[in-house]
């Protein structure tokens, strides 16, 4: 990726027919202006410009339903969006797909936000897709119980953009991704019609599962509008340590042990390299070092409890004095307050915005067999201290999923854009060792624009059949998300 991808100009909608659009959400609730369009145009990266003749924002699934019919009847390109903050250029309008170029609308949830029912018997909720997933934890709050999906965008990413890419996040390791939290969708498809399945069942074996189509696929295949989320019990103990760990075989080792000990309450594992914490601890306002001496990797350790009198915190306190008698661990700081694990959480949620402050970086979002981890951060330092001396890579994230964000910031005294040319070249490699280990490409945030050339190299000819006839099935015009995912 040498540069970042733009359309200066959207392809001109026809007068009448832009005015039948307006005409289903109404004038207020249908963007028209360069200046207002421009938040739905540019991603959290930068990496994409987006350009589109119309941005229409529906209240309502039947509003939905009325676009889609209209855009399949005049073969009018749809790019759903939720909150923006997706990270692959999936949300971009007027990238194009293999037609050329033709209008394509914004559709914007953000106005689909109601908490349609919560049925504290059966643990679930009906949410609508413009949801932020922070009303959405909220509004399980409401009834004591918790929504698990945890991400640093949570505060703007929606339910909607969250099933479409299936995200994940800190909680994966104890609850799983998006997809094991939900049970029903209701979806708009390509032509308008609507697809009721917002059942609530646990057990369901009617026919195939629709749902798990939908869940992941990025906008490309319907437009999501309602899900029915599983609840779970809300922990009301919890224990987080911060550990500084001499290198990964003693974190693998260390992680084998916290499962062991935690069994069903470790809830959260993340680790990063000094260097993360180094960048935090100096562009963030507040941040204080946990540990006296300065280790060169860290982890963050939660163990959590549904159930009150659990010990959460002696079984960390074992766990940590377990590990430093084996010398696993070389030092570690338990929270003993609420303020003390939102310091701790917050170190690892403001990774990503201070690497901003360090320059250009290229960013790669994998993962292996967890057993893989050490041999493929080792592997992938010596290459990229090949490739761009001076390079400094900031592996973090996931390690309980084997999930590794394994990000490169710039050499210091290197140009911005020069580094950003090696784009393709890192994560070429990258992925080729990613791949050499039996892991992903893409762990968590999907494939939409920046990955789809990869996804084709990486998958087999019968699963990219199977894909593009799945697409061909369900969006005969190619109208969904265009050049997303798939170059159909
Ligand atoms: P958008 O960005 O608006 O859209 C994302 C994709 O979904 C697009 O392809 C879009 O067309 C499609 N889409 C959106 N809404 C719908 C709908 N209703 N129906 C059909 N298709 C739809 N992701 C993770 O998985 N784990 C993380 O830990 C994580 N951390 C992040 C941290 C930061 C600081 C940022 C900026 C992003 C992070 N992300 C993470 C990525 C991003 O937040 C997720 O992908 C999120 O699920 C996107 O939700 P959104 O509502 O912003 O979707
Ligand atoms: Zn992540």
Redesign the pocket.
Known sequence: MSSARSLTSAPELAEELRERFVAIVGARHAITTPEDMAPYLE??RGLFHGATPLVLMPASTDEVAAILALAHAESIAV??????????G??VPGLGGAQGRRPEVLVS?KRMRAVRSIDTDGNTMTVE??L??AEAQAAAETVERLFPL?????G???????????????AVLAYG??RALTLGLE?VLADGRIWDGLRALPKDNTGLDLRDL?IG????L????AAVLKLFPRPVEQATAIVGVRDLDCMARLFARARRVGGPMLTAFEIMPRFGLALVLRHAKGARDPLQAPAPWYALIELSSPLADEGMGEKLERLLGEALDEDEIADAAIARSLTARAAFWALRERL??VQKREGASIKNDVSVPIAHIPEFIARADARMAELVPGCRPLPF??FGDGNIHYNISQPPDMEPAAFLAKWDRLTGAVNEIVLSLGGSVSA???I?RLKRDLLARVKSEVEIDLMRQIKRTLDPKNIL?PG??LDV
Not at 156 to 170: D, R
Not at 222 to 225: A, E, K, M, P
């Open positions: 991603e959290p790019v759903p969006q939720g909150g923006n903050t997706g990270l692959v999936g949300q949830l897709a413009g932020t997933l945890s991400l640093a965008s949570e703007s990413c929606t339910i909607g953009g969250n099933l479409a890419t299936n995200a994940g996040g800190v991704a998006m979806v939908f696929s990025e906008g490309t319907g437009i999501i509008t990503s915005e994230g996931h968590e945030h999907g939409g998300n997303k995912m």
